[in-house]
């Protein structure tokens, strides 16, 4: 059975352009106004990534951070960002959702009823950025059973012994974190050396689909077409920021940016 996920990368492949990723942090600036986001840019979107608010983030830069400050602020937990992909995937059956978040999160909540509450809900997905390979082995061996993605990372540091045990554990995707940084920092390399080394990974990988993160905006996204797929989150999370500042609709503000980024891959 092919995944949501896979087929959403083979739909893009169809069309000759990288799959669009995109990322919001749940519940900001509310829990309701977060659904209509996530909504309204899944009509560009060809996967949607979808954050859990948390307090000491690991790798997400200061957007990322504001957004999920707001969340946290207005009361969000697990629980609720649970009732948000379950909305969604109401009236969104076949479009694929990452939730991304820590792993002490999912520790506290307990292991087990957190994976079963991802399948009952159609998670596709998830990120676990402070729970790296192989420490995350049997946490993904229990994914996989649930067929539920878990997502390996790896970056520009990873080295080619460790890439080939990562690749061969990985599910339906992989993401490729581009530069050693948080999320939002602006491009400390050029698109070109990126892509060098995200040919070297694909040299490892023919069948999995590899997707670059951090530091995509749409100055930068149309260099990077030669992926499988781009990441966009922190421009995102400030275009929601800009927007509460100025009493500006977010949903439309937000569904704009996204319709552009889909325009510049195309």
């Known amino acids: 059975m092919v995944s949501l996920l896979n087929k959403a990368f083979q ?13 919001i942090v749940a519940g900001d600036n509310t829990k309701m106004k977060s659904l209509e986001i996530l909504k309204s840019i899944s009509n560009y979107a060809d996967i949607c990534e979808l954050g859990f608010p948390h307090n000491t983030p690991i790798a997400d830069g200061g957007q990322i951070q504001t957004s999920a400050y707001r969340a946290i602020k207005n009361g969000i937990k697990i629980n609720d960002v649970f009732s948000i992909v379950k909305e969604f995937k109401k009236s969104k059956k076949t479009k694929p959702i990452i939730l991304m978040g820590y792993y002490n999160m999912i520790f506290q909540y307990n292991e087990n009823k957190f994976l079963d509450k991802c399948k009952k809900i159609k998670v596709d997905g998830l990120i676990v950025v402070d729970l790296p390979y192989p420490e995350n082995k049997k946490f993904a061996a229990r994914c996989k059973k649930k067929r539920i993605n878990f997502i390996q990372l790896v970056s520009p540091t990873t080295s080619s012994l460790r890439l080939k045990k990562i690749i061969k554990d990985s599910h339906d995707m992989i993401y490729y974190i581009s530069m050693l940084s948080t999320t939002g920092g602006k491009l400390k390399v050029s698109p070109k050396k990126i892509l060098e080394k995200y040919s070297k990974i694909k040299n490892h990988n023919k069948s999995k689909n590899v997707v670059i993160g951090f530091g995509i905006t749409e100055k930068s996204i149309k260099s990077l077409k030669k992926a499988d797929g781009l990441v966009v989150g922190s421009a995102i999370c400030k275009e929601i920021s800009n927007s509460i500042k100025k009493r500006q609709n977010p949903v439309t503000n937000v569904t704009n940016i996204v319709k552009r980024l889909k325009n510049k891959i195309k």
């Open 11 to 23: 739909d893009a492949k169809n069309e000759k352009r990288p799959a669009l990723l995109t990322y």
